[in-house]
Nanobody
Framework: QVQLVESGGGLMQAGGSLNLSCAASGRFFSINAMGWYRQAPGKQREMVATITTGDSRNYADSVKGRFTISRDNAKNTVYLQMNSLKPEDTAVYYC???????????????WGQGTQVTVSS
């Protein structure tokens, strides 16, 4: 059974920083892309940042220059360093991993349980 366990959310004042981490565990063959998504109350879930095995990174325009995604392939862990936080960053942040279970097998999406990030003004 695959699990994505997130940590690092919390309450922060505007302008502050938080670091999220997400570790994938269980039996799988490989991890392709990993990423972070968020969902604010009354809004749809949106992509925040993604990173591939080859270290190709993609960011939402709203977080470019403030957030940095990274990953440790040996630990199956992805991180999100969030700087210069704004109240509009308040949301539940979800970790995502695209996994495969055999060579040439299909890619499957997995999600973490979510961690709350609240930024006060």
């Amino acid at each position: 059974q695959v699990q994505l366990v997130e940590s690092g959310g919390g309450l922060m004042q505007a302008g502050g920083s938080l670091n999220l981490s997400c570790a994938a565990s269980g039996r799988f063959f490989s991890i392709n892309a990993m990423g972070w998504y968020r969902q604010a109350p009354g809004k749809q879930r949106e992509m925040v940042a993604t990173i591939t095995t080859g270290d190709s990174r993609n960011y939402a325009d709203s977080v470019k220059g403030r957030f940095t995604i990274s990953r440790d392939n040996a630990k199956n862990t992805v991180y999100l360093q969030m700087n210069s936080l704004k109240p509009e960053d308040t949301a539940v942040y979800y970790c995502n991993a695209v996994l495969s279970f055999r060579v040439g097998g299909p890619m499957v999406n997995y999600w973490g349980q979510g961690t709350q990030v609240t930024v006060s003004s």
